[in-house]
């Protein structure tokens, strides 16, 4: 068994802003894990909201590779349950080396993910492009230069309303709208009739992550769907949602990788909730990952790979809002740019 870590810094098409930062670059590990002639890639984006660095991630995912190697041979399941308590505090080491495995696993198998798992490619959601938090005039020419079926659109400024009303006048694509939770919960059943009137599908996160009793109020009186995004990071976290958001958005980072998030869509299911998949900014290698899950899935952003410039694979790509798969076992991944390997010394 080959273990190797990397570090690349993704560029940014336009500056990214949210309603609590910015940024026009993102770091990003990847992990490239070899067994039998075959390589499984898998990846976490950084994030300093969640306090994740590339160096840490990678340090800890080498610390146990003496016991990634020991049960190599197994299951990506099996492998995630005996390496889990290694990554307390750390989904998103844990996220980018379950990833690889499944990549390696699927290739061993010579099918990809989706076909293991008993899953066919029909009736897929399509994904949505983000447009950012940005001045109205810019947020508007994002639309003209990149038509799309199907936006987020973030917000959480003095201006919510106004933006979606302008906006609206460019294009008769669905709109979602996630506020990274800038609303209170009267601004939230105040805004959302409007909204839907302007056609937005869903409100995702509107408010703090811990204003249950809020989100309980805008679970019962708010005329659109709420989807949970901070309200949902665990699997313990996805009943905790029900009857106070609608559905729920998984990420893989932030659940521990494909092993969990096939979990926690089993779980909202029981409980009657829509499911989402949501990306970070990752490359290709996240992106193809996710698309493995797309036939269980009503609703996915999987736009990460479409905001960056210098894309480092190939594998599953989203155009026009729909997603295309290659002919490639696995997850689909192929990296195509290589950097020096991190050493973590």
């Not at 930062?21 to 300093?48: M, W």
């Not at 230069?145 to 460019?170: A, C, M, N, Q, S």
């Not at 708010?222 to 990071?233: G, K, Q, R, T």
């Amino acid at each position: 068994m080959e273990l190797k870590t990397y570090k690349y810094k993704l560029e940014l098409k336009n500056t990214f802003r949210i309603s609590h930062t910015a940024r026009d670059f993102q770091e990003t590990l990847i992990v490239a894990l070899s067994d039998g002639g075959f390589t499984g890639y898998g990846e976490a984006a950084a994030t300093s909201y969640y306090g994740v660095d590339v160096e840490s991630m990678s340090a800890s995912i080498k610390a146990i590779e003496p016991l990634i190697a020991e049960n190599i041979h197994k299951t990506p399941e099996e492998l995630w349950e005996i390496t889990n308590k290694h990554f307390k505090g750390n989904s998103f080491a844990q996220c980018a080396l379950d990833i690889a495995m499944h990549d390696l696993y699927g290739k061993r198998n010579g099918k990809p993910l989706y076909e293991l798992w008993g899953l066919e490619l029909k009736d897929l959601p399509l994904s949505n492009y983000t447009i950012g938090i940005d001045t109205l005039e810019v947020m508007v020419q994002k639309i003209k230069e990149f038509p799309w079926p199907l936006y987020k659109i973030k917000l959480g400024t003095e201006e919510d309303v106004k933006i979606i009303r302008e906006l609206r006048k460019h294009t008769d694509a669905i709109f979602r709208v996630d506020a990274n939770c800038a609303w209170t919960a009267d601004q939230t059943i105040e805004y959302a009739p409007i909204m839907k009137e302007l056609g937005v599908e869903f409100l995702e996160q509107p408010l703090p992550a811990g204003d249950m009793e809020g989100m309980q109020k805008v679970y019962k009186e708010s005329v659109l769907p709420v989807i949970a995004d901070e309200s949902c990071i665990t699997e313990a976290d996805v009943s905790k949602c029900a009857g106070y958001f609608h559905g729920v958005n998984v990420k893989l980072t932030k659940c521990g990788g494909l092993t969990p998030a096939r979990r926690m869509i089993a779980e909202a299911r029981k409980l009657g909730m829509k499911v989402m998949v949501g990306c970070m900014t990752e490359s290709t290698v996240g992106i193809s990952a996710i698309g493995q899950l797309l036939p269980l899935l009503d609703y996915v952003d999987m736009d990460g790979g479409l905001l960056i410039k210098n894309d480092i694979a190939e594998g599953v790509k989203v155009s026009d809002g729909k997603t295309h798969f290659p002919n490639r076992n696995g997850t689909g991944a192929k990296l195509i740019i290589f950097t020096e390997e991190l050493k973590n010394e």
